[in-house]
C-alpha cells in the first residue's frame, strides 16, 4: 500500500510541503481535524507562528490525540515553528508545546538582526553535496537530551535532529529544490511502519 503523509494544515507553509511530498510519489493529506490524523502514516508540522498554531490546535482539540499518538510511536517531522511544537521546552517561556522531543529552543534566536538567511550545511548521512538550508526566523536549539540524534549543525547549534519517531529541522527544506529531507521522513515512515 501507497504511504499517506499528513501536513498539519492549521496555519503556516503547507502548500509547500504538500507539493514536494507529491513530488516524490506519496499520497498526501491537510490535516485539519483530529480524526484526519487517522487517514495518515506521519505527519509534517509546517513553519508558521508556533503561537497561533498551538492556540488553534486546542481549539480543535488536536493537541491531546495527536500528542498520545507521538509518544506510541506515530513518525512526525517539524520545520522551523513545527520544531519548536515538538520540543520539550522554549526557552525563557512557558509557551505550550507537545513535548515530544528532548530539546529545548530558543525561538527567533537566529538573524535578530536579519530576518532570513541561507547557508549550505554539511549533513553526514546525505553524503559529500551540502544542502541549501533557509532559515527564517528560527528557533534554536539551545539544549539536547542524550537520546537525541543530531543529523546536521551549524555553527555551534543542531539544525536538525531525530529522536526515534520524532524529526525536526531549523530550517526550510521546502522552500529548496532539494529532496532529500523529505525522502529521508518519507524512508523514516516506512522503515517505522513494518
Ligand atoms: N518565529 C516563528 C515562531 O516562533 C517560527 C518561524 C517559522 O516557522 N518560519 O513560531
Do not use: W
Amino acid at each position: 500500500m501507497k504511504l499517506k503523509i499528513g501536513v498539519l494544515g492549521l496555519q503556516g507553509d503547507v502548500r509547500e510541503h504538500i507539493e514536494m511530498l507529491q513530488l516524490l510519489g506519496v499520497e498526501t493529506l491537510v490535516v485539519k481535524l483530529p480524526e484526519d490524523l487517522q487517514l495518515v502514516d506521519g505527519l509534517i508540522i509546517p513553519g508558521g507562528e508556533s503561537t497561533t498554531m498551538i492556540r488553534i490546535m486546542k481549539e480543535v482539540e488536536m493537541y491531546e490525540p495527536l500528542k498520545e499518538k507521538i509518544n506510541k510511536g506515530f513518525p512526525v517531522y517539524g520545520t522551523c515553528a513545527g520544531m519548536i511544537l515538538l520540543a520539550n521546552r522554549v526557552k525563557d517561556s512557558d509557551q505550550l508545546t507537545l513535548q515530544v522531543l528532548d530539546v529545548e529552543v530558543e525561538r527567533n534566536a537566529y538573524g535578530r538582526q536579519i530576518e532570513s538567511f541561507e547557508v549550505d550545511i554539511n549533513v553526514p548521512e546525505f553524503g559529500e553535496k551540502p544542502f541549501r538550508a533557509v532559515f527564517i526566523r528560527a528557533p534554536k536549539i539551545v539544549e539536547l537530551g542524550n537520546n537525541v540524534e543530531v543529523l546536521a549543525k551549524y555553527e555551534d547549534a543542531p539544525v536538525f535532529v531525530r529522536e526515534n519517531n520524532v524529526m525536526a529541522t531549523s530550517f526550510h527544506p521546502e522552500l529548496t529544490k532539494d529532496t532529500r529531507i523529505h525522502e529521508y521522513f518519507i524512508k523514516m515512515v516506512e522503515e517505522l511502519k513494518r
